[in-house]
């Protein structure tokens, strides 16, 4: 098999302005899955019915492509096995669109529900598949429902063991599904102690905080090897997290970057929360999205609760127009990118750095569980 490190488009290698400020480029990423693959629907969604419901996530995710390739952005897209064994044609556009492909494992089982041997199998297999169809190394993993928790830290064993460079799971806010709230908000360094438990590696951030240093090429965070390196006998196993981010209010963490949140949101009050990650905190903020975000047509599951029906159904038929918005007033690449180079110049991303900044919302953003 030939492998090659993800491609790397023109358009997201950084390069000087001559006159206009840079914008920090943040991290787009794609949960790619169905809307009967969710975590929410898992009781009335069994695994042994999928095969026998509507395929959307083709036609969505094609959607997806088409959107970014107008506005000329990379993106990083977490391919469900599952889907890319259904659909290798999809996986192999995502690659050809110059895009970063990660896994997002093969069943969609969160990780709590798997044994540490069924784990092995699921990112494995997922893994080599993805590898195979789409030609480029996998450096990266997202767990379903960001299921990485403080009861499943040997799964960074298996991924590291798997040849995985990063991990992107860890929500670092409390959730009644997820969560590890006392966790980094931006990209660290995760190793493992002698007892085996991980922890957030001591001076382990990987960020630039703002000024010169945010301007600065940082390439070493992501190795261009096809896996993680094995630690030297003084040096303990490590793996670079990179968090879904979160808004820092009045000491607490918020979610804002993505999914239900997007949608529940008034885009104003995204929006808000977004510029202020990246001009108070001088970070890149790494955003997600699933294709059945912008499917307000999409099949009805029925059975499930009104708590797990009101956290996928809502505002679906606002989703896709928010998006398009969002990428014309931010700077996005893929995730492999913006961790190697927080910062890309461009004549919209200067314009957008010197836009007027939105009073603060009269309301303070409360956590809503999704």
Request: aromatic share 10%.
């Amino acid at each position: 098999m030939n492998l090659r490190p993800p491609s790397r488009p023109a358009a997201s290698r950084p390069s000087r302005p001559t006159t206009q400020p840079p914008a920090i480029v943040n991290a787009l990423t794609i949960d790619v899955e169905d809307y009967f693959h969710v975590s929410a629907f898992e009781s009335v969604s069994a695994l042994d019915t999928w095969d026998g419901r509507e395929l959307r996530v083709e036609a969505n995710t094609r959607k997806i492509l088409s959107m970014l390739a107008e506005q000329g952005v990379t993106a990083t897209f977490f391919v469900l096995g599952w889907v890319a064994e259904r659909c290798p044609g999809l996986v192999k556009e995502i690659e050809a669109g110059g895009h970063e492909i990660a896994s997002h494992g093969y069943g969609h089982r969160r990780v709590y529900t798997q044994t540490r041997e069924e784990f092995r199998e699921d990112v494995r297999r997922a893994k080599v598949l993805l590898e195979d169809l789409g030609g480029q190394q996998v450096l990266g993993y997202r767990a379903p429902s960001y299921s990485i928790s403080a009861l499943t830290l040997w799964a960074f064993d298996e991924l590291l063991e798997a040849g995985y460079v990063y991990d992107s799971s860890v929500f670092p806010i409390r959730h009644d599904l997820y969560g590890l709230p006392d966790w980094p908000r931006f990209p660290f360094r995760v190793e493992r102690l002698e007892g085996g438990n991980w922890v957030p590696a001591e001076g382990g951030d990987v960020g630039q905080r703002g000024g010169e240093a945010a301007r600065r090429p940082n390439p070493d965070l992501l190795p261009n090897a096809p896996a993680a390196q094995p630690p030297s006998a003084h040096e303990p196993p490590r793996l670079l997290e990179i968090p879904i981010t979160t808004l820092r209010l009045a000491g607490r963490n918020f979610p804002i970057a993505g999914g239900g949140y997007f949608r529940l949101f008034p885009y104003r009050l995204t929006r808000w929360g977004l510029r202020r990650i990246n001009r108070t905190d001088r970070r890149p903020f790494v955003f997600y999205l699933h294709p059945w975000e912008i499917d307000p047509k999409q099949p009805r599951i029925c059975g499930a609760g009104l708590k797990s029906r009101f956290r996928h159904y809502v505002n679906l038929d606002r989703t896709e127009a928010r998006l398009r918005r969002l990428l014309t007033e931010f700077a996005f690449a893929s995730m492999r990118d913006v961790v190697s180079c927080p910062e890309r110049p461009s004549r919209e991303a200067g314009d957008l750095a010197r836009a007027r900044t939105e009073g603060r919302p009269a309301r303070l953003l409360r956590d809503f569980s999704f």
